[in-house]
Nanobody, 124 residues
Framework: QVQLVESGGGLVQAGGSLRLSCAASGRTFSTYSMGWFRQAPGKEREFVALIRWSGGSTVYADSVKGRFTISRDNAKNTVYLQMISLKPEDTAVYYC?????????????????WGQGTQVTVSS
């Protein structure tokens, strides 16, 4: 059973930075990519960023491009999301997710496993 555990969320002022971590355990087969999504109150869960496990290529949502950086540590089975220049509209619960097949990677349907989420709050 794959488990994803996020950490690193918190309260930060606008313009500040946070780094989220997602530790994966229990993997018994190959991972195609890891992704970060977020969900604000009253809104649908939305794609933030992804990284392909082999090769490390990345994709970002337009709203975070240039401010967020996704990276991975294969040896530690951990994915990171470095966030800088945070804005109040970045406030959300951030979820880590794992895709095995690698289809629809900008959609929640493309992911097979999810973490419990970590809250990020950006004050103005």
């Amino acid at each position: 059973q794959v488990q994803l555990v996020e950490s690193g969320g918190g309260l930060v002022q606008a313009g500040g930075s946070l780094r989220l971590s997602c530790a994966a355990s229990g993997r018994t087969f190959s991972t195609y990519s890891m992704g970060w999504f977020r969900q604000a109150p009253g809104k649908e869960r939305e794609f933030v960023a992804l990284i392909r496990w082999s090769g490390g290529s990345t994709v970002y949502a337009d709203s975070v491009k240039g401010r967020f950086t996704i990276s991975r540590d294969n040896a530690k089975n951990t994915v990171y999301l470095q966030m800088i220049s945070l804005k109040p509209e970045d406030t959300a619960v951030y979820y880590c997710a794992e895709s095995v097949i690698g289809r629809q990677l900008r959609a929640t349907e493309g992911y097979d496993y999810w973490g419990q989420g970590t809250q990020v709050t950006v004050s103005s």
